[in-house]
């Protein structure tokens, strides 16, 4: 699926929706810094500002509405635990251009196919529209990232740190403990 070296087990979506509450958190914690990230890569990749740009205020307005579900349960977004899976891929991939540009489009696969899981086993109501309205721009997102990669770096090298990056991601994915986040 969109490149992924492996799929979640579907029994993974009634873990990160057993505490509704801090997945949608952790999902706004995610949504905001990934605005961040794309804002970031705006500066770096100057050919592509405008498509960045759209991916970020996207990202912004995804955190709106997770906020706003929040809110719409006297809930606050809380202090930023930070993502393992996140975290574990950074510390797994280079700092270059490339390797920022596959890495983001490696969560947001995993993303996708985390909002497909989670759309097809939430029951009914808003958090489930959520989802379900959600995964198509992940998919777009993915799309967006490898897309500037190959516009920019040779076909060879793209695939070869693809291959490298979503294999490192198939281990994190499947060592890392389930809980109520997105990843």
Not at 13 to 36: M, W, Y
Request: hydrophobic letters at 40%.
């Amino acid at each position: 699926m969109l490149g992924l070296k492996n799929q979640t087990d579907p029994a993974w979506a009634q873990v990160a929706l057993a505490d509704e509450t801090s997945l949608l958190r952790d999902h706004a914690h995610l949504e905001r810094k990934a605005a961040g990230h794309v804002i970031s890569l705006m500066g770096q990749v100057p050919w592509a500002q405008r498509r960045l740009f759209e991916v970020a205020a996207e990202e912004l307005e995804h955190f709106d509405r997770v906020l706003g579900l929040l809110e719409s349960r006297n809930e606050t977004l809380g202090s930023d635990p930070g993502n393992p899976y996140v975290q574990q891929l950074v510390r797994a991939t280079g700092r270059s251009l490339l390797d920022r540009l596959l890495r983001m489009g490696l969560i947001e696969a995993r993303s996708y196919e985390h909002f497909c899981l989670l759309g097809e086993a939430a029951p009914e109501g808003a958090l489930k529209n959520l989802f379900n309205e959600l995964k198509d721009s992940e998919a777009g997102h993915h799309a967006l990232f490898v897309k500037l990669a190959y516009e920019n770096w040779p076909r060879e090298m793209v695939d070869e740190r693809w291959t490298t990056l979503a294999n490192a991601e198939a281990e994190i994915i499947t060592t890392i403990e389930w809980g109520p986040r997105v990843h």
